[in-house]
């Protein structure tokens, strides 16, 4: 028979040895690697879209239509310069054949500063990412007739920079559940990193076949909070909620050399596109489980489902969302 002390002994191994396993589980919201310590989080998902019904999707004809498979996929890596300084990146790609719009959909690089560790009654993180939509320019067709009259996106990209300043806290609780919450805020800068292909008849009225136009600086934000359930050595699971609100785009002018002949009619129609209402916002349900294969490799599985509010020239708008897939991570 064990005696009281060996048994209190125990218990308190177990819950510094899970306690602490909780705080180093991938997945979980707070999760940091320490000094010279590497991770990477590959994810594939498909995501089920039904179109919303804006003036923009029904100038289309693309109101309600279902498009799935849309694949995604994800990679998220990073490396600990301390224990308390990380460089991370963050990278997405999404394929939807059904509109024949590919590309890159999340891209940033940054850096995070812990200014308070697990030793402070909570956890707080400031980070700042470079925005790194600018890498490929914004590709689309832009018709009056046939098939999807309107512009027609080809990529995922808007062409732009930008800078992105962001705080997190949260606490790993003695009872191995974690609390974290999150607010970020994106600053885009206005340039011409876009190829927007011209159909005629508006091909004849710009005369070019081929557009760049000077797009407006925009601004965005990003809240939400996470939670984790370590349940023991090997199985947690975790939960979120996140809104993400999509500004309006903007067209300054036009950074093509138009024939002066064509220039009065180009800036009148360009005129109607200062403000282009485009914008949305989405509210994002999270829930994922992840099964630890060993102490370096967890394989996870996930699920999100988006409600949004699409502006009246949106076409990014549904009115079903849902996307589920799997993401294994590793350490180094």
Do not use: C
Not at 98 to 116: D, V
Not at 259 to 271: F, G, H, K, Q, T
Not at 282 to 309: H, N, P, R
Request: cysteine-free; proline content about 3%.
């Amino acid at each position: 028979m064990k005696s009281p002390l060996t048994s209190l002994v125990a218990l308190t191994a177990t819950v510094i040895t899970s306690g602490a396993f909780a705080a180093s589980n991938m997945e979980n919201p707070l999760y940091m690697p320490k000094s010279n310590e590497a991770y990477v989080k590959l994810g594939a998902a498909a995501m089920y879209k039904k179109v919303d019904a804006t003036d923009a999707t029904k100038t289309k004809g693309a109101d309600g239509n279902v498009e799935f498979p849309v694949w995604r996929f994800t990679g998220d890596l990073g490396y600990g310069i301390t224990d308390r300084l990380d460089i991370h990146g963050r990278f997405g790609y999404t394929h939807d054949h059904h509109i024949n719009r590919s590309g890159m959909h999340r891209g940033r690089l940054g850096l995070t500063f812990r200014a308070l560790t697990e030793k402070s009654p909570v956890v707080w993180d400031l980070y700042a990412d470079a925005y790194l939509s600018g890498l490929m320019p914004m590709k689309g067709t832009m018709k009056l007739y046939g098939v999807n009259p309107g512009f027609e996106f080809a990529n995922y990209s808007n062409g732009r920079y930008g800078v992105i300043a962001g705080t997190r806290f949260g606490k790993t609780f003695s009872n191995d559940l974690t609390l974290a919450a999150h607010v970020e805020y994106l600053q885009t800068f206005g340039n011409n990193r876009n190829k927007i292909r011209l159909e005629y008849p508006i091909s004849a009225q710009f005369g070019v076949d081929e557009l760049s136009v000077d797009l407006k600086s925009t601004h965005e934000w990003t809240a939400g909070f996470d939670a984790m359930y370590q349940l023991n050595t090997k199985w947690s699971i975790g939960g979120g909620f996140e809104y993400v609100q999509h500004a309006d785009n903007g067209v300054n002018g036009i950074s093509t050399d138009i024939p002066a002949a064509n220039r009065p009619m180009a800036n009148a129609l360009i005129a109607n596109y200062a403000d282009m209402k485009d914008g949305w916002d989405e509210y994002i349900i999270k829930a994922s489980g992840a099964y630890q294969m060993t102490d370096a490799l967890q394989l996870a599985v996930f699920a999100e489902y988006t409600f949004d509010s699409s502006h009246a020239n949106s076409q990014n708008g549904t009115d079903i969302k849902a996307e589920a897939g799997v993401r294994l991570n590793a350490r180094f």
